[in-house]
């Protein structure tokens, strides 16, 4: 399982760390601002993060997890000191696993952790990106797919179960939304060159 704990304290961050460490089966990162977390969240992928709601920054821990979220599949725990009922209903919003309220110690990051672990664990989609990126519908993304493996119109209309002539306008359609020229090779290319966002 892969953690991200964000946190502007380092001294907690460290100290959580240190915990998740000793007590679970994983590998962590540390992001103590918005430009870490975004350079963290594209390489490491968290299956979990943690996050502190009052972070130093423009946005605070639920808007950045609820923007997050649009893109990336993971599982959340909020740590924060905040209690008021107007936060916890915000919080709510981007369906956490769990909420840890400070000051935070051992007991209370190994019961949370403890008890969402069996849902990350279960949870397929987290710990990779989600197609939420990507301006084109579930259909569509399934078509761009079969383009990639290099099937034919025919091959993807017979594995859809659509007609040739119904790929074809999706064809065109996912052309338009992505700017692509409307010419047969041009949606292959495109995949190609954006594997990693729509495997």
Known sequence: MRILIIEDEI??????EQQLK???NCSTALAINLNEVKGVMKDFLPHLVLCDINL????DGIQIISELQQTYGFGTIYITSYQSKATIERALATKP?????????ETKIYTAI?????TV???TK???RTSNSLPINHIELAIVRLILKGQTTKQIADTLYLSPYTVKNYRHKICRKLNLADENNALLKWALQNEDLII
């Open 121 to 123: 664990a279960l949870q």
């Open 22 to 24: 000793a007590n679970f």
């Open 11 to 16: 001294i907690i961050a460290r100290f959580i």
């Open 97 to 105: 696993l769990n909420y840890i309220v400070k000051p935070v110690d």
């Open 126 to 128: 987290y710990g990779e």
């Open 56 to 59: 130093n920054e423009d946005e």
């Open 114 to 118: 403890k008890l969402v672990e069996n």
